[in-house]
């Protein structure tokens, strides 16, 4: 899978939730389901901040 097409795989919910984080937000009122997707695919750490993985896809998604 390429890294452009991992933005894609991505739903809407939890396209919606790296932008969040990028901007400086938190997962604290979203569903625990989309931090579990996200963690399991490893662009969100144990702390559901945003990891360098989700940092990676965000930003070639912005490029594209």
């Given at each position: 899978?390429?890294?452009?097409?991992?933005?894609?795989?991505?739903t809407?919910?939890?396209q919606?939730?790296?932008?969040?984080?990028?901007?400086?937000?938190?997962?604290?009122?979203?569903?625990?389901?989309v931090?579990?997707?996200?963690?399991?695919?490893?662009?969100?750490?144990?702390?559901n901040?945003?990891?360098?993985a989700?940092?990676?896809?965000?930003t070639?998604?912005?490029?594209?």
């Amino acid at each position: 899978m390429s890294d452009a097409s991992g933005w894609d795989a991505l739903t809407r919910f939890e396209q919606r939730a790296l932008i969040k984080l990028f901007g400086g937000g938190s997962l604290r009122n979203d569903d625990p389901a989309v931090a579990n997707g996200l963690r399991t695919r490893g662009f969100v750490d144990e702390n559901n901040a945003l990891a360098m993985a989700g940092l990676f896809v965000l930003t070639l998604a912005m490029r594209r």
